[in-house]
Nanobody
């Protein structure tokens, strides 16, 4: 059974930094891609950043230049700099993993709160 285990959330003042981590555990053959999503209260879940196994990345316009996604299998990281109050949300890790068939998995979520 594959699990995505997140860590690194917390409370930070505006302008601060946080790094989120998500470790994929279980009988994994390969990781195809991983991503971070976030969901603020009353809003839909949105893609923040994604990365393929080959290292190609994609970012939401709202975080470009401030957030960096990276992967050191089986862990994906999200370095968040220059945080803003509007970045406050629950951040979820997502992955497409072969174990032994291709399926997608979600982490449990980690709260990020940015104070103004």
């Amino acid at each position: 059974q594959v699990q995505l285990v997140e860590s690194g959330g917390g409370l930070v003042p505006a302008g601060g930094s946080l790094t989120l981590s998500c470790a994929a555990t279980g009988s994994i053959l390969t990781i195809k891609s991983m991503a971070w999503y976030r969901q603020a209260p009353g809003k839909q879940r949105e893609l923040v950043a994604s990365i393929t196994s080959g290292g190609s990345t994609n970012y939401a316009d709202s975080v470009k230049g401030r957030f960096t996604i990276s992967i050191a299998k089986p862990t994906v990281f999200l370095q968040m700099n220059s945080l803003k109050p509007e970045d406050t949300a629950v951040y979820f890790c997502h992955g497409w993993v072969v174990a032994p068939t291709l399926n997608d998995y979600w982490g449990q979520g980690t709260q990020v709160t940015v104070s103004s």
